[in-house]
C-alpha cells in the first residue's frame, strides 16, 4: 500500500504563486514515476505534470508549460509542484498520484495505482 497525502492548497490572486506538496509513504518511492491532476467542477480530471523515478524527465500538460515546474525529494518521499502565475482557470482540486510500473502513458489517470484526497487550489480574478 501506498499513501499520498496533498498539502499546500489555498486561495490565492491572480498571479500569484503556490507550491503544493505530496507526501509519500513506501521505502520504493523513488522507483515511481509520479503524477499531478487536478479536476475543476463539472470537469473530467485531468493532466497537469508528471515526474520520472530519477526526477531525470517531466512531462507538463500545454496549459500549465512555463508556469508550473515539477520536483522530487526522493530522501524525503515527497514530490512538489511549484505553481507560478496563477489564473482563475487553474481552480480545481489538485491530486497527485503514483505511477509504480512506469508506463509510458503519463497523462492517463487510469495509469496511476495510488491517489492521495487531494486539495483546493483558489484563484480569485
Known amino acids: 500500500q501506498v499513501q499520498l497525502v496533498e498539502s499546500g492548497g489555498g486561495l490565492v490572486q491572480a498571479g500569484g504563486s503556490l507550491r503544493l506538496s505530496c507526501a509519500a509513504s513506501?521505502?520504493?518511492?523513488?522507483?515511481?514515476?509520479m503524477g499531478w491532476f487536478r479536476q475543476a467542477p463539472g470537469k473530467e480530471r485531468e493532466f497537469v505534470a508528471a515526474?520520472?523515478?530519477?526526477?531525470?524527465?517531466?512531462y507538463y500538460a500545454d496549459s500549465v508549460k512555463g508556469r508550473f515546474t515539477i520536483s522530487r525529494d526522493n530522501a524525503k518521499n515527497t514530490v512538489y509542484l511549484q505553481m507560478n502565475s496563477l489564473k482563475p482557470e487553474d481552480t480545481a482540486v489538485y491530486y497527485c498520484?503514483?505511477?509504480?510500473?512506469?508506463?509510458?502513458?503519463?497523462?492517463?489517470?487510469?495509469?496511476?495505482?495510488?491517489w492521495g484526497q487531494g486539495t483546493q487550489v483558489t484563484v480569485s480574478s
Open positions: 513506501g521505502r520504493t518511492f523513488r522507483t515511481y514515476t
Open positions: 515526474i520520472s523515478w530519477s526526477g531525470g524527465s517531466t
Open positions: 498520484a503514483a505511477d509504480l510500473y512506469g508506463s509510458s502513458w503519463y497523462a492517463r489517470p487510469r495509469e496511476y495505482d495510488y
